[in-house]
């Protein structure tokens, strides 16, 4: 079974990032993986964090020669701005590191500061901070782009854009493929949006934000072309790939909400304009959609359509005119703590959501297909291709 974990926090040493569960003989461009979290770094709205980092992967298990080798991987990507915490986070207790200590109190509101000082019976939030920071998803990203490299091997290719920040939005219906993987194309991400009006528009919204010192949310948009029919069960709650698939995108820091397709304005209609008709296609010798509503999924299962995801983001918590909280200590009224911090990151957390796609799409077709080195993955899912064009 293909397995992660990270761990590190935001102003440490670095991040790690574990997999196991990868066949041996894959490809490991380190180069794309590099490319993947600097996009994470990418977008308008970002603060002045990202002008510290930048992030490398450095593989220090499980891949080697260039391709994986069948054992955990292992990856490290440190972070910069350590050297301006080293001493105010030092792993060792003495009185000089003690007195650099950068407490952070009141708590925050939308932020996971009280909620953890009240769950590790602590006096301030800073290691509450550390940990729960969306820094974190910089290892995500790394493990992603694993992930995708294996998928590309069959074909699957997952790719994200923005279709609203605030209230200014994409207009709705279907966007191609194409237009979406292009994006990755842009040198410059600003907001990811497949449409320029509409991203200089969502521009000016975030403009907006920074000059009332505010924050601004949005929604992406993760879809993942040429997945196969039939990743994904329906024998068991916990086997649908649906709602594995919400747990990983919900998962993302800010993430409020989760969308399988057009579920959302699926609720406010009625049947006879929700269910994508089938047909087949004697040529192609496949089944096919008039649409795709459903999101690529039904039951739980692939169906053979792209997976469409879509994650509803909240405006982040950390704001340069901070909101009303409460003292640990007194109790009194007073406001919150403020850290430097972003206005928007939307485009940011498309490409995290694309990465928990990923993953999970990874682990749902090993599960399927299996494997212990890629040429058996490969001969597995060959003999199914052909299975389902003779079906």
Known sequence: ??????????????LLAFLSGLPAGLPVDSAYVNRELKRRQGGYGRGGRMKIESDVAQFLSGVRHGRTVGSPIAVLIENRDWENWKEALAVED??????????????????ADLAGCLKF?????????????????AARVALGALAKLFLKEFGIEVASHVVAVGDVALASGPVPFERILALRDREDMVLNCVDAETEARMKAEVDEAMKARDTVGGTFEVVAHGVPAGLGSCA?????????????????????????????????????????EIGYSRGDARFTRKSNRAGGLEGGITNGEDVVVRGYLKPISTLRQPLESVDLETKEPVRAAYERSDVCVVPAAGVVGEAMAALVLARAFLEKFGGDSLEETRRNFDAYMKQVREF
Do not use: C
Request: aromatic share 6%.
């Open 1 to 14: 079974m293909l397995r992660f974990h990270t761990a590190g926090e935001s102003h440490g040493q670095g």
């Open 94 to 111: 003495n009185p000089e590191t003690r007195a650099k200590y950068k407490s952070l109190s009141p708590p925050r509101p939308g932020h």
């Open 121 to 137: 019976n602590l006096r301030d939030a800073r290691y509450v901070l550390e940990r729960a920071s969306a820094r974190e998803t």
């Open 236 to 276: 068991q709650w916990d086997e649908r790939l649906d709602g594995q698939l919400a747990q990983a995108v919900m998962s993302i820091q800010a993430v409020k909400g989760v969308e399988i397709g057009t579920g959302i304005e699926n609720a406010a209609t009625f049947g006879s304009k929700v269910h994508d």
